[in-house]
Nanobody, 129 residues
Framework: EVQLQASGGGLVQPGGSLRVSCAAS????????IGWFRQAPGKQREGVSC?????????SYVDSVQGRFIISRDNAKNTVYLQMNNLKPEDTAVYYC?????????????????????WGQGTEVTVSS
């Protein structure tokens, strides 16, 4: 079992930057693809970005954040980061990280949330002036 702790959320002005982190406990962190999902008030949860297992490290982004967000992982620290730049009010949401066990690699997915087994508690990001 993997436990996830998301952190780093907060209030930021439009155009600002924020980095959220997802720290994992448990073994074999490198075998997990990690996804970031978000849910805004009154809206459905959507996939934001994902990064593959350490064996291939592929990444994927939803169109609305492409070019603004960067996902990365530090396997030595069992942590995945989501660097969010040029934030917009529509990025306001609770951000969740989740794990998808992929010991043999393969592309991660931000559209198939059902593949993710363990979820963190979420960290709130508010973009407002």
């Amino acid at each position: 079992e993997v436990q996830l702790q998301a952190s780093g959320g907060g209030l930021v002005q439009p155009g600002g930057s924020l980095r959220v982190s997802c720290a994992a406990s448990g073994d074999r962190f490198a075998d997990y693809a990690i996804g970031w999902f978000r849910q805004a008030p009154g809206k459905q949860r959507e996939g934001v970005s994902c990064i593959g297992a350490a064996s291939d490290g592929n990444t994927s982004y939803v169109d609305s954040v492409q070019g603004r967000f960067i996902i990365s992982r530090d396997n030595a620290k069992n942590t995945v980061y989501l660097q969010m730049n040029n934030l917009k009010p529509e990025d306001t949401a609770v951000y969740y990280c989740a794990t998808d066990w992929r010991p043999f690699g393969g592309a991660c997915s931000i559209t198939e949330s059902g593949k993710y087994d363990f979820w963190g508690q979420g960290t709130e990001v508010t973009v407002s002036s």
